[in-house]
């Protein structure tokens, strides 16, 4: 029985370890004034909501929360729609080039976007005048490639005979995608948008050098700006600071605690096996 | 890049048209040979499909392009001209002692974060994996960094490693002076630190799955050949999960490749004096705040380079066996 008692204690130092700055965060942003003492870690008093009112008085806060949804939203709708298509094309369609259109696939999750930044802000910037526009934030994330894949493997699971049958029944391709189809891979439609809201609600440098309007900027961008260059003049700096990384972090935490179930290692562990 | 969907997609083709498994006599034999049997997936595939081209395939052409001209910001709808230079970036880039930095930085960084991602999310993964009580708010304790925008969990390292942070006053007479953040020497393995940390988890939920896949039966042999707990570790689960193994690596050295919001934010854009900037930080800087979009290009393209090669390197050792 030691060893079992090695395991636990091994993996609830690691859920510590990864779960403590986040308890940091949320106690740092309701102290009054930093105390940054061991004991500091656990506050007998002098807790206040000040900072919150510090953060939303230098950025504002609910606009913030609306461009991050509206970017996040346009992100998962595009994948979603698109996204689906297109994996049940490369999983259950033969057409001329979906060989190319695979390979092509795998092959953009290993050359991330970041890479392609001064080509993709000259286009869209320079060219199209997307500056400071939603249009300007979605179209690089538009459709996520690791969900197409997700897309793909779940509807490669489905046995043939349901399409078959479908098809001899006189339904059409679309319609066996939307009634056939997509109930059965319904887990997939979840795990996917989890999977897809990571990235813009979390994105930081491609909204940051779209968006040079404050009232258009996602909340990652406003707070960087603000930990970047205005930290220095609000009252209690970290305070504020820290308030909105807990109004940033927030919806995400909540959102993977809550679906914690479609979240697992088979669904992952086949979303990225590209 | 050619993506075969640009060959006309036949809105008017009636749904379901192609989907019999072998083409009655009476089809369009020929179409069928150029489209494929079920030509709607072109229709269904190509919205995917002009998305990659206008987001990566066409901007990985007009990278290329770029470094190789002269290439200025100009004012919209304006004429200019752009002559071509040849190599002139790359040797301008490569001869740059802050670009140079900022990849030695890149290594400084991989050299630290690769190893032990992969040590720490094994070892974590084998302890979950065994584990039968309070594995689902384990797996979630694992995962939330992972999830979290960078920005905010900058903020409390902000806090955590400041002068007078917690971990300064945790350390007494033994905090390192000059400060984590602000010390050259310091600055790269704070950083490194904190992204192994904040993908962890993800790595974990990758080893899990891989674990799955080790057959029992192994590790039964090897207890009746009397292994220990850490031979059989050694020998059957290291092993067993060679190909997760692999792509930890590959997505490690990725993450180091794309570096910008940590050497931004937590070391105040890459420093103290460049020592902890990142190639894409280094890139932003020429291209965008200093508009030459040339030579911030010819660094996309070698970085591109650069990541290719490594995930060629590494598929070629993964196929070794």
């Given at each position: 029985m030691a060893r079992s008692w090695l395991r636990y204690l091994t993996l609830f130092a690691g859920a510590l370890f990864f779960v403590f700055p986040f308890y940091y965060m949320v106690v740092g942003s309701l102290?009054?004034?930093?105390?940054?003492?061991?004991?500091?870690?656990?506050?007998s008093g002098g807790l206040t909501l000040d900072n919150y009112a510090a953060i939303n008085d230098r950025v504002n806060l609910v606009q913030s929360l609306v461009n991050s949804g509206i970017f996040t939203g346009g992100v998962i709708l595009g994948t979603i729609v698109f996204g689906v298509l297109a994996g049940y094309a490369l999983a259950r369609l033969h057409f001329r080039g979906r060989g190319t259109l695979f390979a092509v696939m795998l092959l953009v999750q290993i050359i991330p976007f970041q890479l392609l930044i001064i080509p993709i802000y000259v286009m869209i910037v320079?060219?199209?005048?997307?500056?400071?526009s939603y249009l300007g934030m979605i179209l690089p994330f538009a459709i996520n490639s690791t969900a197409v894949f997700v897309f793909r493997q779940f509807f490669l699971q489905l046995p043939e005979e349901l399409f078959s049958a479908a098809r001899l029944d006189g339904a059409g391709e679309l319609r066996v995608l939307w009634s056939v189809a997509l109930p059965l891979v319904k887990p997939a439609l979840l795990t996917a948008t989890l999977l897809t809201f990571i990235g813009p609600w979390n994105e930081f440098l491609w909204p940051f050098l779209v968006t040079k309007e404050a009232d258009m900027q996602p909340l990652a961008v406003s707070l960087a700006n603000f930990i970047d260059n205005?930290?220095?003049?609000?009252?209690?700096p970290y305070g504020a600071i820290l308030a909105g990384a807990v109004v940033l972090a927030a919806p995400a935490v909540a959102l993977f605690v809550a679906?914690?179930?479609?979240?697992?290692a088979s669904d992952l562990g086949s979303g990225v096996k590209g | 890049m050619s993506i075969d969907t640009s060959t006309a997609p036949r809105p008017g083709s009636r749904p379901g048209?192609?989907?019999?498994p072998t083409p009655p006599p009476s089809a369009r034999p020929r179409l069928a040979v150029l489209?494929?049997?079920?030509?709607l997936g072109i229709v269904f595939a190509a919205p995917y499909a002009l998305f990659l081209a206008a987001v990566f395939a066409y901007p990985l052409g007009l990278a290329v392009w770029i470094s190789f001209h002269d290439y200025f910001f100009a004012a919209p709808g304006a004429t200019v001209e752009r002559p071509f230079v040849g190599l002139d970036n790359y040797t301008a880039v490569l001869g740059d002692p802050a670009v140079r930095e900022s990849f030695v930085n890149v290594a400084e960084f991989l050299v630290i974060n690769v190893p032990l991602t992969v040590v720490l999310s094994l070892l974590l993964a084998t302890a979950l994996n065994g584990a039968v009580r309070g594995r689902a708010l384990l797996r979630v304790a694992y995962y939330v960094p992972y999830v979290t925008a960078s920005v905010a969990l900058v903020a409390v390292w902000l806090f955590l490693f400041a002068q007078d942070g917690m971990v300064n006053e945790a350390l007494?007479?033994?905090?390192?002076d000059p400060s984590w953040l602000v010390n050259s020497a310091l600055a790269m393995p704070v950083i490194a630190v904190f992204v192994t940390w904040k993908q962890l988890g993800f790595f974990v939920l990758l080893y899990l799955a891989a674990l799955q896949?080790?057959?029992?039966e192994l590790y039964e042999s090897a207890a009746t050949d009397g292994a220990s707990r850490f031979r059989s570790f050694w020998h059957v689960t290291v092993p067993g999960v060679r190909p997760a193994t692999a792509l930890v690596v590959i997505l490690s050295t990725i993450t180091g490749a794309n570096l910008f919001t940590e050497p931004y934010l937590l070391t105040n854009g890459g420093g103290p004096n460049g020592a902890s900037t990142s190639p894409v930080l280094v890139m932003y800087q020429k291209g965008i705040e200093q508009g030459s979009p040339d030579t911030a290009a010819a660094i996309g393209v070698l970085l591109v380079l650069g990541v290719l090669a490594i995930s060629l390197v590494n598929k070629k050792l993964l196929e070794k066996d």
């Open positions: 102290q009054e004034s930093p105390d940054t003492s061991l004991r500091g870690a656990v506050p320079r060219s199209y005048g997307l500056a400071d205005m930290a220095g003049r609000a009252a209690n679906f914690q179930k479609h979240f697992t | 048209e192609g989907a019999e489209l494929g049997r079920q030509p007494g007479p033994l905090a390192p896949n080790v057959p029992k």
